[in-house]
């Protein structure tokens, strides 16, 4: 079966820019948005280029677990000072929601079930929560998190990745959520790798295939420019 596919997902934009399939998003603006896009994520960009010394930093917060984006870096992206409150604060460290214990260690407790059932489907680190409806605008934050949850498959030698996201904006958030999501599955088969292989059917595991799953996957007017 053919899998769609970054470069399907690109021509699908054109195609809706062409064709002038707009919607109007809260704020008035025109967007191009795929309701129900599921797509191979082969390539670090749909639109644009990525920022790699950005991504450096955004990881390094994630990997902090700071929940203040103040600590991102010297240049605040505009899109994170508007999920936050007047003090900095967001819900979406990444880092915080995988490793800390106040989300109960999920990123360890993936680790385990992979390595204990290398077979299995139960291997899920969850995002977002039934509490972020009290959460994503309390102290004037606008926050809700985007990823849902991403679940792992050890198969034939490689670990690949389902992410299932609940928003994703083509331009910025699918460059920067790849960039995670390639770092996390990266941390996830080195950390495997150094456990006694000899236990496990598998040697030498490598990342695979990461799914892409968006419930709304959408590019900004101010971004037409860029489809192309």
């Not at 929940?67 to 915080?96: F, L, M, R």
């Not at 106040?102 to 990123?107: A, F, G, M, N, T």
């Not at 595991?205 to 971004?223: A, D, K, T």
Request: glycine share 6%.
């Amino acid at each position: 079966m053919k899998l769609h596919s970054v470069h399907d997902i690109r021509q699908f934009f054109i195609g809706e820019l062409n064709d002038e399939a707009y919607t109007i998003d809260k704020t008035g603006q025109k967007t191009i948005e795929l309701i129900g896009a599921s797509f191979v994520a082969d390539e670090p960009a749909i639109f644009g280029t990525p920022n790699y010394d950005y991504i450096q930093e955004e990881l390094d917060w994630y990997e902090s677990q700071s929940t203040n984006v103040n600590d991102i870096g010297e240049s605040v992206p505009q899109a994170w000072k508007y999920a936050a409150n007047k003090h900095g604060e967001i819900n979406s460290n990444y880092g915080h929601l995988i490793w800390s214990d106040k989300y109960h260690q999920q990123y360890g407790h993936v680790l385990d079930e992979l390595i204990e059932n290398p077979d299995g489907r139960r291997a899920t680190m969850v995002y977002n929560r039934p509490s972020v409806w009290l959460e994503y605008n309390e102290n004037e934050k606008n926050d809700f998190i985007c990823t849902n949850a991403v679940s792992y498959y050890i198969r034939d030698d490689v670990l690949n990745a389902v992410v299932q996201m609940r928003s994703n904006d083509v331009v910025f958030g699918y460059k920067n959520d790849y960039a995670w999501q390639r770092h996390v599955l990266s941390l996830l088969c080195d950390n495997i790798n150094r456990i006694d292989r000899h236990a496990h059917s598998y040697e030498g595991l490598q990342p695979g295939m990461i799914m892409w799953q968006v419930q709304n996957l959408h590019v900004y007017e101010r971004h037409f420019h860029l489809v192309k």
